[in-house]
């Protein structure tokens, strides 16, 4: 899954959760449709086409990430 915010670090990610800004997750492709919107969510980064450098997991409701992320 990715963020609607195209993170290039996982630190990144991290301030801007920290900052309180709104991140939302989405699944791109055919697998869109069964995206979790609650509970544990495992992101990846940067987005697709470019080479993937960061891995993490995080709980989301409702689409939105909240609390931290590993």
């Known amino acids: 899954m990715y963020t609607d915010i195209n993170f290039k670090t996982k630190k990144a990610l991290r301030e801007a959760l920290d900052d309180g800004r709104l991140v939302r ?3 791109p492709g055919p697998f869109a449709s069964d995206e979790p919107i609650n509970g544990t969510v495992y992101l ?3 987005h697709y086409p470019a080479p993937h450098s960061w891995y993490a997991s995080a709980t989301a409701v409702n689409g ?3 609390g931290k992320v590993k």
């Open 25 to 27: 997750v989405f699944q």
């Open 44 to 46: 990846e980064g940067p």
């Open 64 to 66: 939105v990430l909240i």
